[in-house]
Structures are given as structure tokens and as C-alpha cells.
């Protein structure tokens, strides 16, 4: 059992950056690879990023290429969310997720946090 807790999320101007944490227990974290999920009003959700368990291996979505970077420190039970050069279509909640390896189903999530963006 894993359970996530997200953090970091608030209002930013566009332009601007903001780091998401996401908080894992269980002594299995390292075990998972891990992704970030968002959903804005009306939209599905869609996958932004994804990260290995050693953190060898990462995927981004193309709206987020070069702007975005994920990162793990599995020492600290945590992963990472690097966003910069925010647009307002970025606005969404952001969700973390674990899944067993990159590209399986995600078994495990957060309760999400809200990223709003302004113009």
C-alpha cells in the first residue's frame, strides 16, 4: 500500500514557477515509478509526466517538454514537479501517481492539488 500526498500547488502569474512535492509512505516507494497527472475543468485527465524507480528513465507530454522537469528522491520518499514558464493553460489539479513500472496501470493517488495560473 502506498499512499501519496501532494503539496506546493497555489497561484502563479504566467511566466512564473512553482514545485510540486508529492509525499510517499510506504517502505515499496522506490519500488514504483511514479507520474504526475493533471485535469482542468471540462478536460480529461491527461498524464504531464512520468519518472522510473531509479529516476533513469522520465516522460514528458509534449505541452510540457522543455518547461517541465520531474525528479525523485527516493531516500526521502518524494517526488518532484518542476514547472516553469507557467502558461495559464496549465491551470489544473495536479495529481501524483504509482504504478508498478512506466507505461503499467497507476494503482495508487494523491488527493491532488490545484494549480492556477493567471494571464
Known amino acids: 500500500q502506498v499512499q501519496l500526498v501532494e503539496s506546493g500547488g497555489g497561484l502563479v502569474q504566467a511566466g512564473g514557477s512553482l514545485r510540486l512535492s508529492c509525499a510517499a509512505s510506504?517502505?515499496?516507494?522506490?519500488?514504483?515509478?511514479m507520474g504526475w497527472f493533471r485535469q482542468a475543468p471540462g478536460k480529461e485527465r491527461e498524464l504531464v509526466a512520468a519518472?522510473?524507480?531509479?529516476?533513469?528513465?522520465?516522460y514528458y507530454a509534449d505541452s510540457v517538454k522543455g518547461r517541465f522537469t520531474i525528479s525523485r528522491d527516493n531516500a526521502k520518499n518524494t517526488v518532484y514537479l518542476q514547472m516553469n514558464s507557467l502558461k495559464p493553460e496549465d491551470t489544473a489539479v495536479y495529481y501524483c501517481?504509482?504504478?508498478?513500472?512506466?507505461?503499467?496501470?497507476?494503482?495508487?493517488w494523491g488527493q491532488g492539488t490545484q494549480v492556477t495560473v493567471s494571464s
Open positions: 501517481a504509482a504504478a508498478r513500472r512506466l507505461g503499467r496501470e497507476y494503482e495508487y
Open positions: 510506504g517502505r515499496t516507494f522506490s519500488s514504483y515509478a
Open positions: 519518472i522510473s524507480w531509479s529516476g533513469g528513465t522520465t
